[in-house]
């Protein structure tokens, strides 16, 4: 169980903590606008990858605020916390 | 008795303070302060088991955790009775019993002791390959097989123990108590350093402090007396904490680890009322040092597995730590220098050393000069090809070995002894390292595999680190915990140190016999009689594959993890494949490291704490009421209102009835509510349901559908615009925290640019429903102040109001198809307004009714249960709900999706009605729908999802999905059931009251 550093409350168990999947995966400003394709590489398309990867975690047992993180797959490590809007600050 | 197998003065064992316990229904005397194990050696017995496949007479093998054959049943036939208990770890009290494992009908005749005559043709995957095909053979022999195996018996009766939890945050965590982990806690606490230390043993110290040989001595000390006062010097710091009893299970990611602490196993069971058994600890370490120790290696020849047969270590403690000697006349086989430590610790005790066997042709160290001195005869260079004797070693027989170890030469010399020590040398302990997720390196010198990179804040010190010598442990841990710790200063300086060990090793993982293999049963894993001919047969069969070989095999896979044999396997492997040690993976270990109970596991959360109980404020009145009660989510639910001798049909059946006829009262407080403000609070309701609501007027009420973006329906639930700016919105209750946590989902990341905020107001209201053509007359007397006339207050609309002098909302909605109102008041009034509405509603014969009428009442309506007539494949469209399905709006969450080419397909699975021929004929809910029975296989249209006999239509009716049903109506479908198939019709999904004239119905 890893420690996720949220940027509201701090430090806490990952317990506490929903995953909610890939992050910087924006829904379509005009939906009605997209071919089947198009729509479905929104709806259905992630990626799941061994190594660094962007997620969106929501502290679903504390402040219920959604942020993001980027995490090693392979190891747990999280290289970087940000907030929803905000740059990955890492690479 | 008349052997004397205990001798005066041991350190562990308190003489004064006898105890006694049964074995097999026989009674023994031991000490306090001796294991099981130590206790039943004491007085001469071995056998404690059988093996799992050839049920093996099986002996005491060690004296410690990693114990594969001493397993048994503790507490027989009590609710406390456990299986899989090591005999080597569980420490006697007054009154303890205790029954061998694996064996049936008795440890000394044993059925399955067949499988060992019959072992030619149980070779590896003997079971997977026999027994799983047919799959109808495996039925017949399930019950011979898991009888006769025996994995020991599961208590019948509820746990009688407590159990608890408890978080521990510390700066460094040191696993084991051994004259490593007692140093590097000394450091560790003296530079200020939060620090705790565990041991699984009732001691410190662990085997050091035992040593108490004249060749072992620290800076002039035995070494046995030089840790003693270290242990005492260390009990005083205040920075350190102990924890004895202490075994860490797993060792996780981010140092997160688990131990559990056993705090009344070793008291007699009258004194562990009301304290707790076992303590869980969840350790949250900034560092971690792992001293976890080393694991002495068996030898693999033929019959290596009688009882007799016993670690040379495990003798060595027997004898130093409880007084207790193995055997009368012993034999120690060897391939390093340990075993010669045995040999003199029973020298001193006067115990006889028959021989020793060694397979090392030079042997150089004052310990073997030693032995020589004490006249034990020392066959160099040679090897045990054979041992004797059925429940008991009664001698072995030896041979030479080939200059290159590969051979077996020479005259074949028999021996006798009853009692065996092995040693090949030491495992470092790495498995909590590999759990956390440490990479290992093998070293050739000595054949370990020792840690090579730490993936977190941690090290590892003394012999699990592959420091063998007295001299290497204590240089090595002073200098690695000093720069681990980042610390100068100790109060260790120089080490003067003595020791009689020589390093040197003859290392062979599979000795060479004058029998071919295939006649060989030489064990590698001893609990699950896993030999190396399997592990060879494995590879010829082409697994090459670590993982694949153990599981094949079996290796390794025991409740022991394979402690002993596991580098073994590896070994034969690799010289049979020609490859390096390591190349086909080491195995991974994973947690517990020795098995936790579930007690441990659970703790607390047992009974009504195994989960939360959600109760309504109404609840009390409920049960005073005799309500049944059904769970949903959380939540408990009045289900029915059974009346005297009714049955749950016949009870239904009335709540239903008066309902209609005259008035029903429902306690709604579980759905879920959600109070939602803000300027943008309309724009924001218009994107999540799929109807339009920027129109809805202040003071009306709109049912909503939600769907998931990919177009299938998530919830639904009426929703109520208090207020400009105001909503209250209702969901189902089992949906309402995920509905809440989608919507801020959305808020927050998509639209982060609306003004909206969400509160759950869920428990702040009780909720009271009543319905039926009586429910305005009703309701009237329950707030007289209020206009309740149609004109002023219409279906779909709601009124602020006020109940005596508290507040409260009222809404005219209805789940039921009649005229019906729902009041919201603050929780703590909710039990006394419903009493009210009950005296108030006394001459209308207002009845309550639970979740099952309310769900009939529906399904005559055609209404839907999200999650009962949906899944997560059901569109509107699918649920003929078309009407709410704005076709103005630009978009909605899921609309894109209403028209991708799936979700357009006609032949998608559609809700319909369905009426059985016999209207008396009630189907059951899951039940399969077909056309056509007589094609094969039989084409499945769909299932039926809702199905009641309604009172008020007199006749059955049911909900279902069929495929294409939309344009199936008055079409005949069969419901092939297990003795008879029903005839049903295709219907409209409303079954009463198309028009809804009852929603204004007066009487
Ligand atoms: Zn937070």
Redesign the pocket.
Same mark, same amino acid.
């Given at each position: 169980m890893f420690l996720i550093n949220?940027p509201? $409350?701090g430090e806490?168990e990952q317990s506490e903590f929903k995953a909610g999947g890939e992050a910087h995966i924006k829904r379509p400003k005009q939906p009605t606008e997209l071919s089947d394709d198009e729509w479905a590489e929104f709806l259905f398309m992630r990626k799941n990858i061994k190594g660094v990867q962007f997620e969106r975690w929501n502290?679903a047992h504390? $402040?219920r605020?959604w942020f993001n993180i980027v995490r090693d797959t392979s190891n747990d490590q999280i290289k970087a916390v940000y907030k929803m809007g905000e740059k990955p600050p890492v690479k | 008795m008349s052997k004397n197998l205990r001798f005066k003065s041991s350190k562990q064992v308190d003489e004064t303070y006898r105890i006694s316990f049964k074995f097999n229904n026989k009674t023994y005397y031991g000490y306090k302060g001796d294991t099981l194990a130590s206790a039943l050696l004491a007085n001469d017995i071995h056998l404690v088991g059988r093996s799992f496949k050839y049920h093996r007479p099986r002996g005491i093998m060690t004296a410690g955790s990693e114990e594969p054959n001493a397993i048994i049943q503790l507490h027989d036939n009590t609710s406390r009775t456990e299986p899989n208990v090591r005999a080597t770890e569980i420490e006697i009290y007054e009154g303890l019993v205790a029954s061998s494992q694996n064996c049936w009908p008795s440890v000394n005749f044993d059925i399955g002791g067949i499988n060992n005559i019959l072992s030619p043709i149980l070779p590896a995957g003997f079971y997977y390959k026999t027994f799983m095909w047919p799959k109808s053979f495996w039925e017949k022999y399930e019950y011979f097989i898991r009888k006769s195996a025996g994995l020991g018996k599961s208590p019948k009766e509820a746990d009688p123990d407590i159990y608890e939890h408890k978080y521990i945050h510390c700066d460094v965590l040191i696993i084991g108590a051994g004259i490593s982990g007692i140093m590097a806690a000394k450091i560790s606490a003296k530079n200020g350093l939060k620090t705790l230390l565990v041991d699984e043993k009732s001691f410190l110290g662990g085997s050091t402090i035992y040593d108490n040989s004249e060749f072992s001595k620290i800076n002039n000390q035995i070494t046995s007396s030089w840790l003693e006062k270290e242990i005492n010097e260390i009990s005083k710091l205040e920075n350190l904490e102990i924890k004895t009893r202490t075994s860490v299970a797993a060792f996780h990611g981010y140092n997160f680890l688990l131990a559990r602490e056993n705090l009344t196993d070793h008291l007699p069971i009258d004194q562990r009322e009301n304290k707790i058994r076992h303590r869980l600890l969840k350790i949250r370490a900034k560092k971690v040092i792992s001293a976890t120790g080393a694991i002495e290696r068996p030898l693999i020849f033929d019959n290596n597995d009688r009882p007799g047969i016993l670690l040379s270590s495990a003798i060595k403690k027997y004898i130093d730590l409880y007084g207790v000697a193995c055997g009368e006349n012993n034999i120690l086989f060897t391939n390093n220098d340990t075993a010669y430590e045995t040999a003199l610790s029973m020298v001193q005790r006067g115990i006889k050393v028959n021989a020793i066997i060694d397979n090392r042709e030079d042997i150089d160290s004052k310990l073997s000069y030693e032995a020589e001195k004490n006249n034990i005869r020392i066959f160099k260079g040679y090897t045990v090809v054979d041992t004797y004797g059925y429940k008991r070693i009664n001698g072995l027989s030896i041979m030479e070995l080939s200059k290159d170890g590969q051979k077996v030469i020479g005259k074949k010399i028999r021996l006798s002894c009853d009692s065996l020590g092995v040693s090949g040398g030491w495992t470092p302990a790495v498995h909590l390292f590999t759990q956390s997720g440490g990479k290992l390196k093998f070293r050739e010198d000595d054949q370990v595999f020792i840690p090579n990179k730490y993936p977190s804040d941690q090290l590892s010190i003394g012999s699990c680190n592959g420091d063998f010598s007295l001299e290497e442990i204590t240089t090595n841990t002073v200098s690695s915990v000093k720069k681990f710790l980042n610390v100068n200063n100790t109060d260790y300086k120089t080490f003067e140190i003595i020791t009689g060990i020589n390093k040197s090793k003859r290392n062979i993982w599979l000795l060479p016999s004058d029998k071919i293999l295939g006649k060989t049963k030489s064990f590698v894993d001893f609990q699950n009689d896993a030999t190396a001919k399997d592990i060879k047969l494995a590879l010829r069969e082409g697994f090459r594959s670590i993982e694949h070989v153990k599981r094949y095999t079996t290796t390794g896979m025991g409740t022991d993890q394979g402690k002993l044999g596991n580098m073994h396997a590896l070994g034969i492997i690799s010289e049979t494949a020609g490859t390096k040690m390591g190349e086909h993976g080491t195995t991974t270990f994973r947690p517990p490291y020795t098995p936790l109970t579930f007690g441990t596991i659970v703790g607390r959360n047992v009974g009504e704490f195994f989960d939360i109980i959600r109760r309504t404020p109404i609840h009390d009145w409920h049960v005073e009421n005799n309500a049944k009660f059904e769970n949903v989510g959380q939540w408990k639910r009045a289900w029915y209102y059974p009346k005297a001798n009714e049955n749950m049909h016949q009870a239904v059946q009335r709540e239903s009835k008066a309902a209609r006829d005259c008035a029903g009262i429902l306690d709604a407080s579980t759905l879920g509510k959600i109070d939602i403000q803000g300027t943008d609070a309309s724009e924001f309701l218009n994107r999540v349901y799929t109807n339009a609501w920027s129109k809805l007027a202040i003071g009306k009420c709109r049912y909503g559908l939600m769907l998931n973006e990919d177009g299938m329906v998530y919830d639904d639930g009426v929703t109520t615009r208090l207020d400009e700016n105001h909503y209250i919105m209702t969901t189902t209750t089992g949906g309402a925290a995920n509905v809440l946590g989608k919507l801020e989902d959305y808020l927050q990341t998509e639209w982060p640019e609306l003004d909206v905020y969400l509160s759950s107001v869920t428990d702040h209201y009780a909720t009271i429903s009543v319905c039926g053509p009586h429910s305005k007359k009703i309701i009237s007397k329950v707030i007289p102040d209020l206009d309740f006339s149609d004109e002023k207050f219409p279906h779909m609309s709601f009124k602020n109001t006020k109940i005596g002098q508290v507040k409260c909302r009222v809404m005219r909605i209805s789940f039921t198809g009649e005229q019906s109102y729902e009041i919201n008041i603050q929780s703590n009034y909710g039990k006394s307004v419903w009493e009210k509405c009950m005296e108030e509603g006394k001459d209308f014969n207002i009845t309550p009714y639970g979740t099952e009428t309310m769900h009939l009442l529906r399904a005559e309506k055609g209404f839907i249960i999200v999650g009962q007539d949906t899944d997560a494949t059901m569109t509107p469209i699918d649920l003929q709900m078309d009407w709410i399905v704005s076709k103005k709006k630009y978009d909605f969450i899921g609309k894109r999706s209403l028209y991708r080419s799936d979700t357009i397909k006609d032949d998608r699975k559609q809700l319909v009605g369905l009426l059985t021929e016999n209207p008396e004929e009630v189907l059951e809910e899951g039940a399969q729908i077909v056309a056509d029975i007589k094609k094969s296989p039989i084409e499945m249209l769909g299932h039926v999802t809702s199905s009641y006999y309604s009172p008020n239509l007199n006749k059955s009716i049911a909900l279902g999905v069929v495929k294409g049903g939309k344009k199936m109506i008055g079409q005949k479908l069969i419901i092939p059931m297990e003795n008879k198939n029903i005839n049903v019709t295709v219907a409209d999904p409303v079954f009463l009251d198309k028009e809804g004239e009852r929603l204004n119905a007066k009487l």
């Open positions: 949220c509201f $409350c806490r502290h504390g $402040c605020k | -």
